[in-house]
């Protein structure tokens, strides 16, 4: 029998009560303030409730916002067109690159829900939220779990893309990565209810480490971790009651050999030439990857200067035995099309010892416009992508740094060094919904190194009845996903928006 509250009871006729909505986000902008507030100084001495008196606390903030509260999508009568919303978040990227960014999206209704973070943070800032505040990715889509490499040469699953991550409402991050599942699970040929499923796995993943976390001390839950290597995960995966199949292992296990398989070298062999005088340079390959004017290259090379000093001393001096080779400017991702990035090779102990390091624009997170003015500690938008991703992610890039170039504000990390992506568009079946719990639990992990865990496993509860409420508002969402698609390929077909293939340009 799924446990309800008596206030649960009474919202579940009015639901679409706009007033508790209200009431229960200006509570969670109050407690947004009050973190950043209070996460300095350090107080070394304060009064701590208890991790059950904390769940008690966080059952108490379905008053705010039933759970059942969070099933509703209905697009509000002043809805801001998906389409202008999408145009205006071109603002400030380079113009010869927008075509293909919005070619990229108009290409399925997934690939518009990845590149439109800016419409769904609109749509979620209307949504009901229990109040607690974390550090959210802002962008926690299931294509943007993955495979990466640690400093010590293993091979993790975890969050991979932080360009939105901000603090805010955990539900915002839950919602963005169900909404995903089910978009993902039409174009895999999901039916609705394998949808469900899917959706229904994700949540439990998400309940299941919340809840095993939320009387775990906080050391331990900051040292915990994910392998790629399923087989060294399985006393945590036994613990919360999954079985595995040996159809998704040997899955895992394939996208494992590709991640070893890409490094530096493979990279260096894929896409730069040693030239006749001997030195490396980047081979073009538009509109990928194309070369930069002397201009540009040196803006970027000088400013690796001030991106070294904000590594941690150790690496620093590590980073001084390399050398830069070359530099480019290299198209990445879907939302990220049209923001400048560069790729820059560098060399170390020789020809064999190279280094790739991305250097990519950071820009205001797409939740902004919706949380607090607030000033943050962060005044570097560069640093707050390192920041938040050294809070979210287990084990982090030790080459995580930022920097600036002419007033605009990128972050640096290492480029494709031990990372793969799980092919989501061909899982099916279990495999997909295993994926999809395998996210939902990363992201508890991660919100519970910055966020009170208890507290949200308090409010969730240990039934089904948030899970199912997220479940019927990934669908509604993922209607909504389709019908903004529809409007911008009808952008484009009118002349509207311009868009253009990868070959096209």
Known sequence: MAEK??????????????TADSNALLQGMKEFREFWQTTAPFCPVRALDSWQTRYEQGQALRDKASRQS????????????????????????????????MGRMAQSPFAFLRGACAVMAGDLARTPISGKQVVIDGDAHINNFGLYGTPQRDVVIDINDFDEATVGPWEWDLKRLVASVNVAGRENGRDADERQAAVMRCVRGYVAIARRLMNVGILETWSLFAYADLDRNEATIKAVGVHVDNKFRAIVKKVLTK?????????????????????????????????????????????LIDYAETLPPEYRIMLHRYSVADVCHRV???????????????????????????????????????????????????????????????????????????????????????????????????????????????LARAHARSGDIAKIAGYIGKSDLFAAALADFAEAYGDQTERDHAALVAAVRSGRVQALGDNEL
Not at 83 to 93: C, F, I, K, Y
Not at 266 to 293: C, H, M, N, S
Not at 378 to 384: A, K, L, M, P, Q
């Open 5 to 18: 509250s008596s206030a649960e009871s009474t919202a579940a006729t009015e639901i679409t009560d706009q």
């Open 70 to 101: 969070h099933s509703v999508w209905k697009p509000a009568p002043d809805r801001a067109d998906p389409v202008a919303t999408v145009l205006a978040s071109n603002a400030g990227r380079e113009e010869n690159f927008i075509p293909i960014r």
């Open 259 to 303: 991640a070893r398989r890409t490094h530096n070298h493979t990279l260096l062999e894929k896409v730069a030439r040693r030239q006749a005088d001997g030195a490396w340079r980047f081979v073009e390959d538009p509109p990928i990857l194309t070369r930069i004017d002397q201009d540009t290259r040196k803006k970027v090379i000088a400013s």
């Open 332 to 442: 990445v991702g879907v939302g990220s099309v049209g923001l400048r990035a560069y790729l820059v090779l560098l060399f170390g102990n020789g020809d064999e010892d190279p280094l790739f390091l991305q250097v990519k624009e950071a820009v205001a997170p797409a939740h902004a416009p919706y949380l607090p003015a607030v000033k943050l500690r962060v005044d570097h938008e560069g640093r707050r992508v390192i920041g938040t991703q050294r809070v979210l992610q287990s084990l982090g890039d030790p080459l995580l740094g930022y920097t600036t170039i002419d007033g605009r504000h990128y972050f640096v990390r290492q480029m494709k060094n031990l990372k793969a992506s799980m092919p989501v568009e061909f899982l099916a079946g279990e495999s997909f919904e295993y994926w999809s719990w395998f996210c939902g639990a990363l």
